[in-house]
């Protein structure tokens, strides 16, 4: 665990998850966090009916000290730290918070309702992921990108505003949004060039058989990640793959359908013990 922060402290008083994510990143580089919720209101995840989610409030806020607060002691709380992430609709006119950062966190820019699956609707790069479907009905990705990204915004800016507090002695109040964080980032990585393309398959997807996740005789997984030429070359004397440099980048799907006949045919651990020590790139899913 990294001190970078220490002596940092911060008030979190949002729910879910992109607050309480963003507070623990920032505990991680040793800031002391306080994690408040109105008393007799339990933070969402916390009484969710899913375990997914009741594992990740435990996650997102162990080592944070938790509390919670009435209209009397709110403002003492405030105080005793300089950094308040907080729901959109707290009404800092309320409340003392003289030099101090603030961070109000939203959903939608526009203040319609929206989760993690909304956000990312919004955002023209998840069209790769759906291309890749012909089903009526398609199961959204395990992980919240879009939250998670978020979580990274929150902290990266509560800092920023820290600096920024420290350059002007002047509070800082910032209003941040789900569906911005996520169109701004995502997008970052989108192009009217990448759409007339018209593809759907790129290095990190799938389209190369030097890059992908292969299924092993007894029903497991393997990641390969051979992309630089050395590592493929190690990989195919291995496997006594009798390939081409230049067959790495192979789009004709004769290359992947060798490999996947290769892992097909062998036990997760035979694949293990055939690389050994070697350096390959090649990575089980255990």
């Known amino acids: 665990m990294s001190n970078?922060?220490?002596n940092l402290k911060v008030l979190d008083l949002s729910q879910r998850l992109p607050g309480p994510l963003a507070t623990k990143e920032l505990e991680l580089l040793g800031a002391q966090v306080t994690k408040a919720s109105p008393?007799?209101?339990?933070?969402?995840?916390?009484?969710?009916?899913d375990l997914l989610?009741?594992?990740?409030f435990k996650?997102?806020?162990?080592?944070?000290?938790i509390e919670y607060f009435s209209l009397e002691n709110i403002q003492e709380l405030l105080s005793a730290h300089d950094i308040i992430i907080s729901p959109s609709n707290f009404d800092e006119s309320s409340f003392e918070l003289e030099n101090k950062v603030l961070?109000?966190?939203?959903?939608?820019?526009?203040?319609?309702?929206?989760?993690?699956?909304?956000a990312l609707a919004k955002t023209s790069n998840f069209k790769l992921y759906l291309n890749e479907f012909t089903s009526d009905q398609i199961d959204p990705p395990y992980l919240p990108f879009a939250g998670i990204i978020y979580g990274q915004k929150i902290a990266m800016t509560a800092l920023?505003?820290?600096?920024?507090?420290?350059q002007t002695n002047q509070t800082q109040i910032i209003d941040l949004f789900l569906d911005r964080a996520a169109m701004q980032t995502l997008d970052l990585f989108w192009s009217e060039k990448l759409e007339s393309l018209g593809q759907t398959k790129f290095l990190h997807n799938g389209a190369l058989p030097c890059y992908n996740i292969y299924t092993t005789s007894d029903n497991k997984y393997i990641a390969l990640a051979c992309v630089e030429e050395h590592f493929w070359k190690k990989f195919c004397d291995i496997f006594e793959l009798t390939l081409k440099k230049e067959d790495r980048f192979d789009t004709t799907s004769k290359t992947t359908q060798l490999i996947t006949g290769v892992f097909k045919n062998l036990t997760l651990n035979e694949i293990i013990n055939r690389v050994g020590k070697e350096q390959i790139c090649l990575t089980p899913i255990i």
């Not at 933070?43 to 009916?49: C, I, S, V, W, Y």
């Not at 989610?53 to 990740?56: H, L, R, S, V």
């Open 4 to 6: 970078l922060l220490t």
């Open 39 to 49: 008393i007799g209101k339990k933070d969402a995840f916390e009484l969710a009916d």
């Open 53 to 56: 989610f009741n594992e990740w």
């Open 59 to 65: 996650n997102l806020n162990s080592n944070k000290k």
């Open 103 to 118: 961070i109000k966190v939203g959903g939608s820019s526009d203040l319609s309702p929206m989760h993690d699956l909304n």
């Open 160 to 166: 920023a505003g820290l600096f920024k507090l420290s």
